[in-house]
């Protein structure tokens, strides 16, 4: 092992020493309180004064107030550097004190050791003085009267927080821009006053922390992930990190945050759309597979709500990287007319265990082993649906229906809608043998109403244009039932929740779906793996000047 890279150190008297000198060298790393250190520094200073002529003795002390404590406390002569910045703790990677490396004239270490170990300290002193040309001479050390063995202390370099802020520094990871700030400042309200929070305080991203993040992915911290809309600015790992470490993510959730950002960034998704339509829409994260519970992620009780930190931390760091990273400020690009406590943060695991159907990763192409990660742009609800008396499934589809008739107004056909069902609806549906595909075709069903009905009219402006019954063939297509969605495929199914009470929920989509439609993808990881949007080709029917009203036209059932 070769020294490390050379440094200018202070010593005791406050002259600079470069280390490592020319010519052979033993290196000793200790610091005050370690009872081991304080038995092996009059060693140190006996081979010192045994070999000076010959052979440098080097004492790095981990902390500057220790030195002349040491000096005092040994009577020592050899050079004291001071290692308070730890750069040569860093650079030799000790963990333990007192540690010694001992160095040959071309600087080759030729024994190291930790602790106290007596054969090995009287190796390297017997080592020293042949190095120093006084081969056979006496040290003056009793070795008789020392211990076989004493444990060393842990190095300051390898202390809880100590060592996550060498990393960041000296590793050259982490590029981002650091801001210093007064001793006076609060850090919580420069926060605020800078903009980078959603409202709620955030977790304030010190290097430490950041590096300690990006342990959660092997990525490089500067690679490339997305071009974050409106801005169009590009987000690396460590852009990532950052907002993941101020909306209180633990490093492990990393690769569900990447694989979020990707999702969101891809075209059919349009995250763009979906944040700065006046709407008010926030994307959904639904996930499947081992992640949930690897990382901790809530399925069950609230699983909707507040109470779980994957849960929360996961979509929020989305959010604060379009916020932070992509510019998107309500007010400016984000011009939601309302918004609502969804846009902070949406995301949530399914029950899998607790549903009668397979999991909607699995309905989108994926393996029940993969873990999955799909995000679906929302813009209303939540809504609830109580439904406490039906026993089979057509009652309980039939509520679904009449829940989902009046999702954005109770005239426009919806694309895409999110049904959440619990598992005690579920299992109406489950014990009545009954598919997705079942459930699907029933509220298609319940939700057709005449072709009248859904045009809009003196006494509801909302609803199709009048112009849509020519398309169709005029007056006589008046009568046909038109459901609210227009595909079944458009009423997305899971389960969530505990088996608590007949409660399910309803979360509407946004702008019809057109616009941005649910995508998945499988989580590596580095971040996603197989980005598949679920209806790749609805994307087609958009129109660069503004809404396509083609898009939107009614699913009308002919009999």
Not at 47 to 65: C, F, I, N, S, Y
Not at 163 to 188: C, F, M, P, T, W
Not at 387 to 395: L, V
Request: proline share 8%.
């Amino acid at each position: 092992m070769h020294p490390p890279t050379k440094f200018s150190l202070l010593d005791a008297n406050g002259q600079e020493q470069q280390f490592p000198p020319d010519g052979p060298v033993l290196l000793a790393l200790v610091k005050e309180d370690c009872d081991t250190c304080n038995l092996t520094l009059p060693l140190l200073e006996a081979v010192h004064r045994a070999t000076e002529d010959g052979l440098d003795v080097w004492v790095a002390v981990q902390k500057t107030d220790d030195i002349p404590v040491l000096k005092e406390r040994h009577d020592l002569t050899m050079p004291l550097l001071d290692d308070d910045a730890l750069d040569l703790s860093y650079e030799t990677d000790i963990d333990t004190v007192p540690t010694l490396f001992l160095y040959d004239e071309e600087q080759n270490c030729t024994l190291q050791t930790f602790g106290f170990d007596k054969h090995e300290w009287r190796e390297i002193a017997s080592e020293s003085m042949e190095l120093a040309g006084r081969s056979g001479a006496d040290t003056a050390i009793d070795w008789e009267s020392l211990p076989e063995q004493r444990p060393g202390c842990g190095a300051r370099n390898y202390e809880p927080g100590v060592y996550e802020r060498l990393q960041a520094i000296k590793s050259g990871d982490l590029l981002s821009r650091l801001v210093d700030l007064a001793s006076s400042d609060d850090i919580h309200e420069f926060m605020y006053d800078q903009g980078y929070t959603d409202g709620f305080p955030v977790v304030p991203p010190t290097r430490e922390r950041v590096w300690k993040m990006l342990q959660g992915t092997p990525r490089d911290p500067q690679d490339e992930v997305a071009i974050v809309p409106p801005n169009l600015a590009p987000i690396t790992v460590e852009k990532i990190a950052i907002n993941a470490v101020m909306a209180g993510a633990k490093p492990e959730y990393m690769p569900a945050i990447i694989s979020l950002v990707e999702i969101a960034c891809t075209e059919t998704f349009n995250i763009h759309g979906v944040l700065a339509t006046t709407m008010g829409a926030t994307p959904v994260g639904i996930f499947n597979g081992p992640i949930r519970d690897r990382i901790g992620m809530n399925y069950l009780h609230g699983a909707l709500g507040s109470g779980n930190r994957a849960n929360a931390a996961i979509g929020r760091a989305l959010r604060l990287c379009a916020r932070n990273v992509g510019g998107s400020i309500p007010g400016g690009t984000d011009r939601a007319t309302q918004g609502g406590p969804h846009r902070l943060t949406m995301n949530f695991a399914e029950n899998e265990d607790a549903s009668p159907w397979e999991s909607l990763a699995v309905e989108y192409g994926f393996e029940p082993t993969d873990d999955i990660a799909t995000l679906m742009a929302m813009s209303g609800g939540p809504a609830t649906v109580a439904d406490e008396r039906s026993r089979d499934a057509r009652g309980m589809a039939g509520t679904l229906a009449a829940s989902m008739s009046c999702m954005q107004d109770p005239k426009s056909p919806m694309v895409d809608t999110l049904v959440v069902l619990s598992p005690d609806h579920a299992g109406i549906f489950g014990r009545s043998g009954w598919s997705k595909d079942d459930v699907r075709e029933c509220i298609m069903e319940e939700t057709a109403i005449p072709l009248k009905h859904r045009l809009r009219s003196d006494d509801a402006g909302c609803g199709l244009p009048p112009s849509v019954v020519e398309r169709f063939g005029g007056e006589a297509a008046l009568d046909l039932p038109v459901p609210k969605f227009r595909e079944p495929s458009n009423i997305i199914l899971v389960v969530a929740g505990s088996s608590a009470a007949k409660f399910s929920t309803i979360l509407g989509g946004w702008a019809g779906g057109v616009y941005s439609t649910p995508t998945s993808a499988r989580i590596g990881p580095d971040g996603a793996l197989e980005i598949r949007g679920a209806r790749a080709a609805e994307m087609d029917k958009r129109s660069s000047g503004g809404r396509d009203l083609g898009a939107f036209e009614p699913n009308i059932r002919r009999p």
